[in-house]
């Protein structure tokens, strides 16, 4: 739909300055952004969803909804949600796929995704494909999170109970080629180790063959790429002191 979308300019990993911050960006297919409605604030007002489609802004699916006023807006497509549904925000709403809702109006063990951080500031977590959260409790006004992330360790998180939420996850993107990450503007997939570098560009660069100049991995600017083992605090057990007294005599 054109009149929910705008330009979008590429930045090449560069900043501001000109300065390439993120390596390995550039190319890709030209992309138009959509606008996604992450708030939902058109409250007791249905709308019916037009058609699913695919937004190369981001992995998960989006829908087209129409209200019954006419107006169309973008939103995160959850699962199970198909063309001709009918999707409603409010204060108290059904518990299916596409409708929103305060967290605090919820029951617990409800999947949610697209939760807000701050009332009224639009849905911040758990939008990414496959993302989501469960509702595991509350405290008072606020309501218990279980963050489910593929990338860290679950956690458990407090959130005020008239944040705001989509019921469900959205559904997957599926790398179906080598060539995706290239047309999503991700220049030189795979790229270039640092032992195949010349010395100016990597400190695992030059040599004969594959050599890293005898010292330990490091990133382009010199920092070890792993956080190192603390240093030993404790003493050492009883039993090592006692054998070394014993050695001794």
């Known amino acids: 739909m054109k009149t929910l979308t705008e330009g979008k300019h590429s930045s090449g990993g560069r ?4 300065r390439i911050t993120v390596r390995f960006r550039g190319g890709g297919h030209k992309q138009t952004y959509r606008k996604i409605d992450f708030k939902r604030r058109k409250f007791d007002v249905p709308a019916t969803v037009e058609r699913i489609e695919y937004d190369p802004n981001r992995t998960a699916f989006i ?3 129409k209200y019954e006023d006419g107006e169309l807006a973008y939103i995160l497509a959850p699962q199970r949600l198909a063309a001709g549904d009918t999707v409603v925000a409010g204060e108290h709403v059904d518990v299916k796929p596409g409708n929103a809702m305060p967290l605090g109006n919820i029951p617990i063990g409800t999947i949610v995704h697209n939760i807000e951080l701050k009332i009224g500031k639009g849905g911040q977590i758990a939008r990414s494909a496959g993302t989501y959260a469960q509702i595991v409790g509350r405290d008072g006004d606020y309501v218990i999170l279980r963050l489910n992330s593929s990338g860290a360790a679950p956690g458990q ?3 005020h109970g008239d944040d705001r939420r989509g019921v469900e996850p959205r559904q997957h993107e599926h790398l179906d080629r080598q060539g995706r990450p290239h047309s999503a503007g991700w220049a030189g997939m795979p790229h270039n180790r ?3 570098m010349n010395p100016i ?3 695992h660069g030059g040599g004969e063959g594959r050599t890293s100049g005898g010292r330990h ?3 382009p600017w010199g920092f070890p790429p792993r956080a190192r083992r603390p240093a030993r605090t404790s003493p050492p057990p009883s ?3 006692a054998s070394r007294h014993a ?3």
């Open 15 to 18: 900043n501001n300055n000109g």
């Open 247 to 249: 050695r001794k005599k």
């Open 217 to 219: 991995p490091v990133t």
């Open 201 to 203: 560009d990597h400190p």
């Open 63 to 65: 829908a087209l909804i």
């Open 239 to 241: 039993s090592s002191l």
């Open 194 to 196: 640092g032992v195949t």
């Open 157 to 159: 998180r407090p959130l």
